[in-house]
């Protein structure tokens, strides 16, 4: 299919960067679960502190993407009915996949809890006994949260984004100096200025390829200009940043492959905001230490598309290009689609002809470009195909949709245009690295996806994207 050229599959692979990173909104601290005992006044203190605690304040605390804090009785009290609304109706805390517990930080509330808050907010938001609220997640630390990195790749000095002019794609060659194959476990993004950078994405290119670029630029600046992407075929990527992002491990013995004398391309896009904003972002790399088994190899999984304006539900299906060739443990999933997308379902097709839903999102929301990581990697035999099943609305009903009136959209990388796209990130089971015993997957050899992927999980993206 020539959507499958390689080219194609780098493109989607930098639209969909964001995701390929270390993401997970929340990290949630343990605490009490609610009383809830019938008849019982429900407090703030003892009820109501304990799920704001768990399943809020990793978004709603200073420094973080949520744009108000609910870390005190306060904060709390002042929205109690606004809290009751949008918990009762789902809309937070923000979370898209039918699951069962399945997905590492998965942030849903039970109906019970959702009972409690609705409660409270009825009683007046009454606080109860404060010397037994919980201890609430601290703020955001200023330093690296994976620890101290192994390696920090900076931008050899600031870049000095243009007050206007519109969005700029800028990439910057940082040398790794890596003189043999290194393994790589997580990816610590730090923009350096986050009132004009939208989005960072950290690639990698074996050939020296993105080096020549930016000597034959002659602005004066650092980096070179490759608007809306690359300038080069990459050979791998890390992962990257959007707001909201939180950094994560990948498991224990798997690693992104990055060859020796890689340079990272860090790719970043930014946003004019009307004065001239120096931006020196930089990366913290995580070395795998254990040493790594199995290098994490990803499958993206396409459907074609064209929906007519004005079609209210559109649906299209697609299938991964070839089947998995050995037993294969999946690791995350994430589907990328934009703003006119309602749902998607992706599935594996065994050979037994049984089937197996990998991730069901039924309200799609552009917004939170979820990278959903399995607590537990979901095993599929060799011969499993991966297929997706998806849904786009592209009447004047939906809020979202970028054109009105609304036109026919095809695939593209504009947010006018849409995506069909579900990146499964995948290691080999047979693949012991460590015992010398690596695997070449077909997969590999069409077009060295094999070196994709990153830690990620879970991020919003920013409320207007640019392409
Ligand atoms: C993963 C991060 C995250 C978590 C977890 C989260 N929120 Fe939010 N919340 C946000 C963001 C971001 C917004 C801004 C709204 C938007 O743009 O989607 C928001 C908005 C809100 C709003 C304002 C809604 C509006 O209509 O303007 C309320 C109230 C709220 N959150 C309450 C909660 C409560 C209560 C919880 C926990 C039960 C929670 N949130 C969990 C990120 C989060």
Redesign the pocket.
């Known amino acids: 299919m020539s959507l499958f050229s390689r080219n194609r599959v780098w493109i989607l692979l930098a639209a969909a960067s964001v995701g390929l990173s270390a993401i997970g909104?929340?990290r949630h601290a343990t605490a009490a679960s609610p009383s809830g005992k019938p008849g019982a006044k429900v407090t703030f203190a003892r009820d109501v502190a304990p799920?704001?605690v768990k399943?809020?304040a990793?978004?709603?605390r200073p420094g973080?993407?949520?744009?108000?804090s609910?870390l005190t009785y306060a904060d709390a009290k002042k929205?109690a009915a606004?809290?009751a609304?949008?918990?009762a109706t789902r809309?937070?805390?923000?979370w898209h996949a039918e699951s069962h517990g399945e997905f590492v930080d998965e942030?849903k509330?039970s109906t019970e809890e959702i009972g409690v808050?609705k409660a409270w907010a009825a009683a007046g938001a009454p606080e109860g006994d404060h010397i037994k609220v919980p201890a609430a997640v601290p703020a955001n630390p200023t330093g690296w949260s994976l620890g101290k990195p192994d390696l920090v790749l900076e931008l050899p000095r600031p870049y000095k984004m243009a007050a206007e002019g519109g969005d700029v794609y800028r990439c910057f060659v940082l040398p790794t100096g890596f003189t043999e194959d290194t393994y790589i476990a997580g990816l610590e993004v730090h923009p350096g200025n986050t009132r004009v950078v939208h989005h960072v994405i950290a690639y990698l290119d074996a050939a020296g390829s993105a080096k020549k670029l930016e000597t034959a630029m002659t602005d004066g600046q650092p980096g070179y200009l490759a608007q809306g992407g690359l300038g080069i075929f990459p050979t791998g990527a890390l992962g990257g940043w959007a707001p909201?992002n939180m950094p994560h491990m990948l498991p224990e013995g798997v690693g992104t492959l990055v060859k020796k004398g890689s340079d990272v391309v860090l790719q970043i896009h930014y946003h004019a905001d009307g004065k001239v904003e120096p931006d020196q972002s930089r990366i913290g790399l995580y070395f795998a230490k254990k040493g790594v088994d199995k290098r994490l190899r990803i499958l993206p999984v396409f459907a074609p598309l064209n929906i007519p304006a004005g079609e209210a539900h559109y649906q299209t299906t697609g299938n991964s290009i070839v089947p998995l060739q050995h037993p294969t443990s999946i690791i995350q999933v994430m589907p990328h689609m934009h703003l006119l997308g309602k749902s998607m379902v992706v599935t594996a097709n065994m050979p037994d002809k049984s089937s197996k839903t990998l991730v069901n999102v039924p309200a799609w929301d552009f917004?939170w470009q979820t990278n959903y990581m399995y607590r537990d990697p979901v095993k599929l035999p060799a011969g499993s195909s991966l297929a997706l099943a998806a849904t786009y609305d592209n009447s004047t009903a939906n809020p979202h949709n970028p054109s009105s009136p609304p036109r026919q959209v095809g695939w593209g990388e504009a947010t006018t245009d849409e995506m069909c796209i579900a990146f499964v990130w995948y290691t080999i089971d047979s693949e012991h690295i460590s015992q010398g015993k690596p695997v070449t997957d077909l997969l590999d050899m069409l077009g060295g996806l094999g070196s994709g992927g990153g830690a990620g999980r879970?991020q919003?993206r920013p409320?207007n994207p640019a392409p």
């Open positions: 909104a929340a799920i704001l399943n809020c990793s978004c709603h973080e993407i949520a744009p108000f609910l929205r606004q809290i609304d949008v918990t809309f937070m805390p923000p942030c509330l808050i909201g917004n879970r919003r409320v």
